[in-house]
């Protein structure tokens, strides 16, 4: 059903919603809004940004036909915009001419926006940054290759068919998404106390090219974790033996160095508060048991893109 796509679509590319705990109304409420942008055949895009040439080089990469792009020049204008029309997603700029990008999102927080990708030249602060992270999706650093990344998320978010978009902008997505380029180089953590799941997983992984640690449990987790600064993302089973999956997650956000490291939770257990359990205790996302390796692949790679 399209609902079932809305959720995998969430899963998959809207990872931004499900950052932090959110209740079951909110999530439905998200849904809702996926399976909505998913119907529809033109959607629509809120660029605020006054740099005419940024514009005119946004609307080329985003081309046309299945998307309507507005621009707004200003805050003030964005906000009459957002009032008057419904989008689907905005891409905002902090350096406006009358208010910064981040009281723009501090002004309309109340008025259920639409996603938000971030898309600056500016060097931001840890305090700006965390700031940014309440109001927005996905913070992107204008510079060499951000303009394909900005093309893979606004893709991601409105929900647009690969094989309906122009040939360049196809070559540009599989070269930004290709599994092969995404998982080169990079190591991946499995802690998980049942050694037939570990060595499943790690066939998978490394037949993937990805490099692969093994812990048993949540202490050598933490070992291995400080030992391998190489690490870019960990698939952390929740019900483990004397340190569980929550308490190991807890222990690693403590480390400052740690609090950004990806950490998907696999559980056996499908209800619905163990998702909010598992991201309140430090995961940023969630996969219930048995693992679906499609879709672990999927976020494994949407999270290694970040």
């Known amino acids: 059903s399209v609902m079932d796509e809305s959720k995998q679509a969430l899963q998959m590319g809207a990872i931004g919603f499900l950052s932090k705990p959110v209740s079951q109304e909110k999530l439905d409420q998200v849904f809702q809004k996926i399976e909505k942008t998913i119907s529809k055949i033109v959607k629509h895009l809120l ?31 964005a906000q009459e915009l957002l009032k008057s029309q419904e989008f689907d997603c905005m891409v905002l700029d902090l350096k406006l001419p009358d208010i910064s990008g981040l009281e723009l999102l501090q002004r309309i927080k109340n008025e259920d926006p639409p996603p938000v990708i971030v898309y600056t030249g500016k060097d931001l602060t840890e305090e700006e940054e965390h700031q940014l992270q309440q109001y927005s999706q996905i913070i992107l650093i204008k510079g060499a290759t951000s303009s394909e990344r900005l093309l893979g998320e606004i893709t991601l978010f409105l929900h647009r068919v690969e094989s309906n978009l122009p040939e360049n902008q196809q070559k540009i997505l599989k070269k930004l998404y290709n599994p092969e380029q995404v998982f080169y180089n990079k190591t991946i953590l499995i802690v998980d106390d049942d050694a037939r799941n570990v060595f499943a997983l790690s066939h998978i992984l490394t037949e993937k090219g990805l490099k692969v640690l093994k812990a048993f449990d949540g202490k050598e987790a933490l070992n291995v974790l400080n030992t391998h600064s190489e690490i870019d993302l960990v698939l952390m089973d929740i019900m483990m033996p004397e340190m569980d999956g929550y308490e190991t997650m807890r222990e690693i956000r403590k480390q400052k160095n740690f609090q950004k490291l990806p950490i998907i939770a696999l559980t056996a257990k499908a209800m619905k508060e163990d998702r909010h359990k598992c991201i309140e205790a430090g995961a940023t996302d969630y996969l219930p048991k048995p693992v679906d390796t499609s879709q672990l692949l999927a976020l494994i790679q949407v999270w290694l893109n970040q």
Request: glycine share 12%; hydrophobic share 40%.
């Open 47 to 77: 660029i605020v940004e006054d740099d005419e040439a940024m514009i005119k080089g946004m609307r080329e990469l985003i081309g046309n036909g299945d998307v309507e792009t507005v621009i707004a020049e200003n805050g003030q204008k």
